[in-house]
């Protein structure tokens, strides 16, 4: 008996990412850069209290810390966040004496905030740090993740890919026929959250004293933001007469 035989099979050729000369394929990066006033801007705040007794000490931030919370909720709709991130109660031990004797606790208690208005935020910033043992940091200009500044700079890096692809085409004398694939590369406000100069400001840090009269609030100028989008395009065109 004669044993059966399989035909033979090809496996199938791989796909040509580059076309063919019937169907060319031309590869294009498109790229925007945008530079826009921010939205947002965060700020932190640390309370402190120190003392001898535990419970008084606890106390005491307690106080400190609703004052500074009380005093960021009076600004109402220009607060879009407020939270606090950590609290902290530490006894510092003597560094003399062979017992475990506790010299003095320390409490913090950081919080977080985050403002559309930028008037307003010079105003809370300078009555933040007018208070006792209150240290403020910041701002953090950021814009909001779903910015319209975001899909302003995805458009423009499209359009600019498909320019680019139809210059290209015209220097070879013939036309774009498809759109085969479009890669984003990513579309991110590329500055990172950190300011410029930060700077911390706190009445006890300078050794001021209680004033009668309120500071005037500071002029805090926005930085500006910086998006970025790219994207990767392939296109079909004509074939070209070489």
Same mark, same amino acid.
């Given at each position: 008996m004669t044993p059966d035989i399989a035909p033979a099979t090809h496996p199938t050729p791989?796909?040509? &990412?580059?076309?063919? &000369?019937?169907?060319?394929?031309?590869?294009?990066?498109?790229?925007?850069? +945008?530079?826009?006033? &921010?939205? $947002?801007?965060? $700020?932190? $705040?640390?309370?402190?209290?120190?003392?001898?007794d535990r419970r008084e000490t606890l106390a005491d931030l307690t106080r400190r810390n609703t004052l500074a919370l009380d005093l960021v909720k009076t600004y109402g709709d220009a607060v879009e966040r407020l939270e606090t991130s950590a609290l902290t109660i530490t006894p510092e031990l003597g560094r003399h004496g062979r017992?475990?004797?506790?010299?003095?606790?320390?409490?913090?208690?950081? $919080?977080?905030?985050?403002?559309?208005?930028?008037?307003?935020?010079?105003?809370?910033?300078?009555? +933040?740090?007018d208070l006792d043992l209150t240290r403020v940091d910041g701002p953090w200009w950021a814009l909001r993740p779903d910015s319209p500044a975001h899909r302003t700079a995805r458009q423009q890096a499209?359009?600019?890919?498909?320019?680019?692809?139809?210059?290209?085409?015209e220097a070879l004398?013939?036309? +774009?026929?498809?759109?085969?694939?479009?890669?984003?590369?990513?579309?991110?406000?590329?500055h990172p959250r950190v300011p410029q100069s930060t700077r911390a400001l706190s009445r006890a840090a300078?050794?001021?004293?209680?004033?009668?009269?309120?500071?005037?609030?500071?002029?805090?100028?926005?930085?500006?933001?910086?998006?970025?989008?790219?994207?990767?395009?392939?296109f079909t065109m004509a074939p070209p007469r070489l």
């Amino acid at each position: 008996m004669t044993p059966d035989i399989a035909p033979a099979t090809h496996p199938t050729p791989p796909a040509v &990412p580059y076309g063919t &000369p019937d169907t060319p394929r031309i590869a294009v990066r498109g790229e925007a850069r +945008l530079e826009v006033d &921010p939205e $947002i801007a965060r $700020i932190t $705040i640390t309370v402190t209290a120190r003392g001898k007794d535990r419970r008084e000490t606890l106390a005491d931030l307690t106080r400190r810390n609703t004052l500074a919370l009380d005093l960021v909720k009076t600004y109402g709709d220009a607060v879009e966040r407020l939270e606090t991130s950590a609290l902290t109660i530490t006894p510092e031990l003597g560094r003399h004496g062979r017992g475990e004797r506790v010299r003095t606790h320390h409490g913090l208690v950081h $919080i977080t905030t985050e403002l559309n208005d930028f008037t307003a935020l010079g105003e809370l910033t300078t009555a +933040l740090a007018d208070l006792d043992l209150t240290r403020v940091d910041g701002p953090w200009w950021a814009l909001r993740p779903d910015s319209p500044a975001h899909r302003t700079a995805r458009q423009q890096a499209v359009r600019e890919a498909v320019q680019r692809a139809r210059e290209y085409a015209e220097a070879l004398d013939t036309t +774009l026929t498809a759109l085969v694939e479009l890669a984003d590369t990513g579309a991110e406000d590329t500055h990172p959250r950190v300011p410029q100069s930060t700077r911390a400001l706190s009445r006890a840090a300078y050794g001021a004293g209680p004033t009668e009269d309120e500071p005037a609030p500071l002029d805090l100028e926005p930085q500006r933001q910086h998006v970025h989008a790219q994207v990767n395009a392939r296109f079909t065109m004509a074939p070209p007469r070489l």
